[in-house]
């Protein structure tokens, strides 16, 4: 197994959930002294797929701070932090599947990354999952390497410019909520609906991608709608409810500074999402066209 590509790509995920064709929002008015910028990441779209970025990356440099879903730590962080949350006790994948899930599992883990559940299973179902989705995505795409998250290019420059970063949850937050929000038997249906539908799966996830590069939100949200693998109470755990936790966040720190506000371009779309929720709390929303 490469360690390096599982802790990689479980970062990458992690910072894995009404706007139509716009990736780029404007909020001032609500007595903000200082306009804030809102932009739609896609963790593993590479940087030069998005249009204009190096504009985008200029006015994020405008901006007092960069904020982001969390702040990105380092591999050595994410790896203490994984073997930490990301282990089963009590039980392993062997008990928590059918005999013939099992050997499924263990079928596709090993052609996948040379690794097994032998190897592969202490490790919680939605901790495979999400290494699992976010690997056949990189083999769809014909990937070598983990592409370098536009969010961290973002935190990069920031910080280069002497500017504040600042992460709304931290590592520890999001690993709580993607691996211990569903029971674990929940978890490892999941992980197998993937697996068993593998290309459907795919599919999918590379039209999100193709409707994320035009900048069409509308097209995401309705795909990120149609997928099944989850019910929208699980969705919503993901989704919905960290948009709301940021939403009680986001006017302190745009009320004191500039902020140019990168998370994941699923958490802008839909009436939960960012971009309708700033309306609803009274902020002018505008289009940015670079």
């Not at 593998?198 to 039209?207: A, E, M, N, T, V």
Request: proline share 3%.
């Amino acid at each position: 197994m490469n360690k390096k590509i599982l802790f990689t790509a479980f970062i990458a995920i992690l910072i894995t959930f009404s706007a139509n064709a716009q990736l780029l929002w404007k909020i001032s008015g609500n007595g903000l002294a200082k306009p804030s910028y809102l932009f739609g990441t896609h963790h593993l779209v590479e940087k030069d797929q998005i249009k204009n970025i190096d504009k985008i990356i200029d006015l994020s440099k405008q901006t007092d701070a960069v904020v982001g879903e969390m702040e990105i730590p380092d591999p050595a962080t994410v790896q203490m932090k994984m073997l930490q949350a990301g282990m089963l006790t009590g039980t392993t994948m062997k008990e928590l599947l059918s005999p013939e899930d099992y050997q499924l599992a263990d079928t596709e883990f090993q052609q996948l990354m040379g690794a097994g559940l032998s190897q592969l299973g202490m490790m919680k179902p939605m901790l495979l999952e999400t290494l699992y989705s976010g690997l056949i995505f990189m083999q769809a795409y014909g990937m070598t390497k983990q592409p370098e998250a536009i969010d961290g290019i973002l935190q990069k420059a920031a910080k280069e410019n002497n500017k504040k970063v600042i992460g709304l949850e931290t590592l520890d937050q999001q690993m709580d909520i993607i691996l211990n929000s569903l029971p674990l038997k929940r978890q490892a249906e999941i992980l197998m609906y993937d697996i068993k539908n593998k290309q459907k799966g795919i599919d999918l996830q590379l039209s999100i991608t193709d409707a994320y590069k035009k900048g069409d939100m509308a097209k995401a949200d309705a795909l990120d709608k149609a997928d099944d693998s989850m019910t929208p109470d699980e969705k919503k755990i993901l989704a919905e409810n960290r948009n709301n936790n940021w939403m009680t966040q986001l006017p302190e720190l745009m009320k004191s500074q500039s902020c140019f506000i990168a998370v994941g371009f699923l958490h802008l779309v839909g009436d939960k999402g960012l971009v309708a929720q700033l309306k609803k709390a009274g902020y002018t929303i505008e289009a940015v066209t670079l």
